[in-house]
């Protein structure tokens, strides 16, 4: 039971550290963008990754070997102590025992859902489990779909574990891979324009190159964990879109693409699949040239074609990139274990905590006084 008590707090410390990630990178974003920086969509894929692996990694540690009792009193980066200690030295107004309950969410959460649970919680849990089980289905679905569609493609050539494969249901290139091989699926109609494919297998081999492929695998594999969490959703949505611009001003600059003959071959895939249908009916591992979604959500595929195309236009650049994820990769990995610690269950009582248990207790038998006088004859 403890193992599953401190694999829950786990848990909930990812879905918090999920909110806080998203914030920080959109602040990056918009502060790249003020300082007309916003072209530098490799560094900040990167240090997403990297900031998303922190966000995994850290809170299991910190649950399955107990860090944060030798770091968080030497470092005093309690969270609930920190606002405790705040709240004494008059910062902010609040009732103490309204401060004690908000504090005492996690126990309560805690308590509520692995406890005795009422029908409420066991309500809560009933849903939990429906949507991970459902999102899970639908995971296997789309890879038994996906097996299906390569199985039926057509062997076309081999290079060492990479295999290309061409396909006369497939709309739209992709990438995908199994356990021990790689694969690439173009259209079959793609062969009668010999510059559409080059520019299809040059974007899609540049996505293997990047390791592309294996990270929309891992967050697909995620998603059943965290359908419910709208950051995990805001956060993936913003790695797809830094992994195409990447992934687009790579070939360009390296296979000396033309910007309007790429931009050209874009339009031409996406309006193929627009009128013939969609490449997926669910979301599957696979990581394509263009992104077509049904009606309700067409308008993010619209946008995200749009920005890769003005990006390509733009022609800007990056300069030095490794340097700056190496100089920002400190801070940033630094930043998230310390919020990881933070925000963990306080140890021992401090001072300040006393105190406010003290305060609570006063103001308890001051009512309690006042009630029984209020209750004698004469009042």
């Known amino acids: 039971m403890t193992t599953v008590s401190a694999l829950f707090d ?11 990630a998203c914030g920080l990178s959109a602040a990056l974003g918009a502060g790249l963008g003020a300082l007309r920086l916003g072209h530098l ?8 990754r990297l900031g998303f692996l922190a966000v995994l990694i850290g809170p299991v540690v910190l649950a399955l070997a107990p860090l944060r009792g030798a770091v968080a009193p030497a470092a005093s980066v309690n969270l609930s102590d920190f606002v405790v200690s705040q709240y004494l ?5 609040m009732s103490p025992g309204a401060l ?4 005492g969410w996690r126990d309560m959460l805690h308590q509520t859902l692995l406890g005795a649970g009422s029908p409420a919680a066991l309500a809560v849990l009933a849903v939990l489990a429906a949507g991970v089980a459902l999102f899970a289905v639908r995971l296997i679905v789309s890879i038994a779909r996906l097996r299906a569609m390569i199985g039926a493609s057509y062997h076309w050539r081999r290079f060492g574990r990479l295999e290309l494969r061409l396909s006369d249901t497939v709309l739209v290139p992709f990438s995908t891979r199994g356990l021990s091989r790689r694969y690439v699926v173009v259209p079959s109609s793609m062969l009668a324009n010999d510059a559409d494919l080059r520019i299809a297998l040059g974007h899609e081999l540049q996505h293997l190159r990047q390791r592309d492929v294996e990270w929309e695998i891992g967050l697909e594999m ?9 950051a995990f959703h805001l956060w993936k949505r913003r790695m797809e879109r830094l992994r195409e611009l990447a992934c687009d ?15 050209q071959c874009l339009l031409r895939v996406c309006g193929s699949s627009l009128r013939r249908g969609r490449l997926f009916a669910v979301d599957a591992p696979v990581v394509a040239l263009v992104r077509t979604e049904n009606r309700l959500f067409a308008q993010r595929s619209a946008q995200l074609l749009r920005d890769r195309m003005v990006t390509l236009i733009e022609g800007r650049a990056e300069r030095h990139p490794a340097v700056l994820v190496a100089l920002l990769t400190g801070p940033l990995v630094g930043l998230m274990l310390l ?12 001072q300040d905590r006393i105190m406010l248990s003290t305060i609570i207790n006063l103001e308890r038998l001051q009512a309690l006084n006042r009630t029984s006088t209020l209750s004698q004859p004469g009042f």
């Open 10 to 20: 786990a848990y909930v410390d990812i879905n918090l550290l999920l909110v806080l």
């Open 41 to 48: 969509v490799s560094v900040q894929l990167r240090l997403m």
């Open 89 to 93: 030295q008059g910062r902010f107004e």
């Open 100 to 103: 004690q309950q908000l504090l």
């Open 222 to 230: 995620l998603k059943p964990l965290f359908f419910w969490n709208p």
């Open 249 to 263: 001003r790579q070939v360009v600059t390296r296979r000396g693409y033309a910007v309007a003959e790429y931009c």
């Open 339 to 350: 919020a990881a610690v933070a925000i963990q269950k306080p140890g021992d009582w401090s």
